[in-house]
């Protein structure tokens, strides 16, 4: 058996993570199909509820809580095992523009290939900020901003339900055994 995978079967929390994220998948699908308008972006939800607050949470919210729930534990699987060089858990947009791609390119990338970097990009939307004195923070920012309302509550469904399981099933390549 290979470092990798022995250090997967004995981490726990990657398994927990795995199978916290495929629950979020389900909640979130449910929560879709209660949702009247599919085609609202994940920036529209937001300013809704920053802006009227409601007392109770509409399927619009919950639905994107749900999906940005699963995207965020996949990102910590995927930060966990990122440099392993075998393991194709998605990419990380910060990285491309590091790459030496510019702004516009970076958000063309995402935005072709949402479910490779829905991960990262919602685990920074929903919770991350950045040092704003920074230029590379700036750029960061910058993407996440025009990106963010492309991203429709149905395509982002889509894009975590796909990476959730290309990231389950690079797991289960290698041998680790996810059962629930």
């Known amino acids: 058996m ?4 022995e250090l997967i079967l004995s981490d726990r929390e990657t398994i927990q993570l795995l199978l916290l994220a495929r629950h979020y998948v389900g909640l979130a699908k449910e929560a879709l ?10 920036k529209q939800v937001a300013e809704f509820s920053i802006k009227y607050r409601p007392d109770s949470i509409d399927a619009e919210n919950e639905t994107f809580g ?3 729930s699963a995207a965020i534990r ?3 699987i995927a930060e966990k095992y990122e440099n392993n060089g075998r393991l194709d858990l998605g990419k990380n947009y ?3 523009l590091k790459e030496g791609h510019t702004i516009q ?3 063309d990338e995402v935005s072709r290939n949402l ?13 991350h900020t950045e040092e704003t004195d920074k230029e590379w923070a700036k750029n960061y920012a910058e993407v996440r901003e025009k990106v963010r309302p492309e991203i429709t509550l149905a395509k982002a469904f889509d894009a ?3 990476l959730h399981s290309k990231i389950e099933g690079e797991l289960l390549r290698e041998g680790m055994v996810i059962d629930c």
């Open 33 to 42: 199909q209660r949702v009247k308008d599919t085609s609202i972006t994940v």
């Open 74 to 76: 996949l990102a910590t």
């Open 94 to 96: 910060r990285t491309y």
């Open 2 to 5: 290979g470092k990798l995978i």
């Open 66 to 68: 749900h999906i940005a």
């Open 160 to 162: 975590v339900e796909k």
């Open 105 to 107: 390119e970076t958000i």
């Open 115 to 127: 479910s490779e970097y829905i991960h990262i990009l919602f685990r920074d939307i929903v919770g």
